[in-house]
C-alpha cells in the first residue's frame, strides 16, 4: 500500500482537542488518530469518547484504545463517527482473548487493529482477525517521548510474518526516522506531537509526505 500519515491527537479535555482538530482539518490529512485513555491501562486520562462524540468533523476517525474493557466505548465511538478502532494486545492475557475481541469489534467498526507495546513479545498473527498491526514507538501514556530504537526490529518482524494488515507505528515518529521506520516495513505513521510544532500542522503534514516520497529533510 502507498504509505500513510495519520495526524495523532492527544488531548486531556475537550477545548484542546477541538483546537488540534481544527489544525488538523485545515491540512490534506483525510484520517485522524484519537488517543482515548482511561487512566488504568495508562496512568494519564484522556478527552474520552463521549466528550468529542458530538464533534462533527470531515475527518475519518480512528481510536486509539488504551484500555482495558475497551468495548465499553464501543457505542459512543460510533455515535462520533469512528470507522477503524485499535485495541492493545495488552489488554488480555492471551492472544485467543485479544482475538475474540478483535472479533467482537468488528461487529461496530468497519476496520480493527491490534496495537503492541514494545517490550511486549512479537507472537504468531496468522488468521488474527485484523486489518493493522500497530507498534508502538514508546511506552504509550504521554505524548512527545524519544522512539525506542529497538521497534525497528520489531517493525520487521512482523512484516515478516507476511499478513495481510496493515504495519503501522505510533509514537516518537518525526523527521529524522521516518524513512528507516518506512524501509523497516511501516506502512502507516502515526504522528503527533511532531505535528504541533514549528510550523502549521498543514506544513508539517507535507513534510512528512516530501520525506516518505524519498525526498531529502
Given at each position: 500500500m502507498k504509505a500513510e500519515i495519520c495526524p495523532g491527537i492527544l488531548s486531556h479535555n475537550l477545548e484542546e482537542y477541538?483546537?488540534?482538530?481544527?489544525?488538523?482539518?485545515?491540512?490534506?490529512?483525510?484520517?485522524?488518530h484519537i488517543d482515548v485513555m482511561d487512566g488504568?491501562?495508562?496512568?494519564?486520562?484522556?478527552?474520552?469518547?463521549?466528550?468529542?462524540m458530538s464533534?462533527?468533523?470531515?475527518l475519518h476517525l480512528e481510536a486509539h484504545l488504551m484500555a482495558y474493557h475497551p468495548e465499553r466505548y464501543y457505542s459512543d465511538l460510533t455515535v462520533a463517527g469512528v470507522s477503524r478502532v485499535l485495541i492493545h494486545r495488552e489488554a488480555y492475557g492471551s492472544l485467543g482473548e485479544c482475538s475474540a475481541a478483535l472479533k467482537h469489534?468488528?461487529?461496530?467498526f468497519s476496520e480493527v487493529g491490534m496495537v503492541i507495546n514494545p517490550d511486549t513479545v512479537i507472537e504468531d498473527y496468522s488468521g488474527l482477525p485484523t486489518q493493522v498491526i500497530q507498534c508502538m514507538g514508546v511506552v504509550p501514556g504521554a505524548s512527545g517521548k524519544e522512539f525506542i530504537d529497538d521497534v525497528y526490529d520489531r517493525i520487521r518482524a512482523v512484516s515478516a510474518q507476511r499478513l495481510?494488515?496493515?504495519?503501522?507505528?505510533?509514537?516518537?515518529?518525526?523527521?529524522?526516522?521516518?524513512?528507516?521506520?518506512q524501509k523497516a516495513g511501516a506502512e502507516r505513521?502515526?504522528?503527533?506531537?511532531?505535528?504541533?510544532?514549528?510550523?502549521s500542522v498543514s506544513q508539517n503534514l507535507q513534510n512528512f509526505i516530501h520525506l516518505?516520497?524519498?525526498g531529502n529533510a
Open positions: 477541538i483546537a488540534h482538530l481544527e489544525q488538523v482539518e485545515k491540512s490534506d490529512a483525510t484520517w485522524v488504568q491501562f495508562v496512568p494519564n486520562i484522556s478527552v474520552m469518547p463521549h466528550e468529542f464533534i462533527p468533523t470531515r469489534a468488528g461487529d461496530y495481510s494488515v496493515v504495519v503501522a507505528v505510533d509514537g516518537g515518529v518525526h523527521q529524522d526516522n521516518i524513512q528507516e521506520l505513521f502515526v504522528i503527533t506531537s511532531a505535528l504541533y510544532i514549528a510550523s516518505l516520497a524519498g
